[in-house]
């Protein structure tokens, strides 16, 4: 699949899959950010990404960065849209510091990982009742 980037700063290479099995592709910090403890921050990735249609690129924080530098993404994942890709569109990946201290993301730090996800709108088809009785919610199936 053919993907249009767009650097903001040529001197940090593109995104890469680390692996031939990566899923992937690693997301860099454009230039050092610190993020003030108990504090939520941005952290620019350095790509205006041209998503391709009928796709949604999800941003993921790699699995080490928790552990690494105690951030966290306060909404869980990131979703980036075929339409968001104007020269101001950089992606951004939004963090929690849930430590007591400020924590610091280095220029060219790998800080996140980019999924090219197939999506589909729905159609919809309101009705009156979906006729299926309800499983039950949060944490139904523990009582089974």
């Known amino acids: 699949m053919k993907v249009r980037i767009k ?4 001197s940090l290479p593109l ?3 680390e692996t031939a099995g990566a ?11 610190t993020i003030e403890p108990k504090s939520i921050g941005r952290i620019p990735g350095n790509a205006i990404v041209k998503v391709p249609e009928g796709y949604a690129l999800v941003v993921a924080l790699r699995s080490s960065t928790p552990e690494k530098k105690q951030l966290l993404c306060p909404h869980g994942i990131g979703i980036v849209d075929n339409d968001y890709c104007g020269d101001g569109d950089e992606i951004l990946v939004q963090v929690y510091n849930f430590s007591d201290a400020p924590v610091t993301v280095a220029r060219g730090e790998k800080i996140a990982q980019g999924i090219f996800v197939k999506v589909e709108k729905a ?3 309101e009705t009156d ?4 009785s309800s499983r039950g919610g949060f944490g139904s199936t523990d009582a089974r």
């Open 7 to 10: 650097r903001v700063d040529r």
């Open 15 to 17: 995104p890469v899959y």
């Open 23 to 33: 899923v992937g592709f690693d997301i860099l910090c454009r230039e050092p950010t």
């Open 123 to 125: 159609d919809w088809e």
């Open 129 to 132: 009742s979906i006729n299926e």
